[in-house]
């Protein structure tokens, strides 16, 4: 977001899971419900026009299905192509994991 903010431009986020974690590694995951996924980005796509999107921590298969979904019906919706931009974040810093494994 300060990258987005440097450039001028306005930044809106859509929490997929929460963490804990340190410098030495991720102590919980916790992840958002698909749905409620779903109700933030159409929340984030009704108030703005969305010129682009990039990803991050996706943690899961159902969280990544909920997002290509909300992406396809906003796509669909503007008669569009959004540039999209994944950056799944497979594992942090300290090298733990942030995905299940059946994500891939």
Known sequence: MKTACAYGVYAASTLTAITAQNSSGVHAI????????????????????????????????????????????????????????VDPVLVATSGDSLAKENIV
Do not use: F, Y
Request: charged share 15%.
């Open 30 to 85: 916790s992840t958002v419900e698909p749905e409620l996924i779903s109700a933030q980005i159409a929340a984030v796509v009704s108030d703005m026009t969305v010129r682009s999107i990039k990803t991050g921590m996706l943690g899961t298969k159902e969280t990544v299905v909920a997002v290509a979904e909300a992406i396809a019906a906003q796509n669909a919706s503007e008669n569009t192509s959004i540039p999209l931009v």
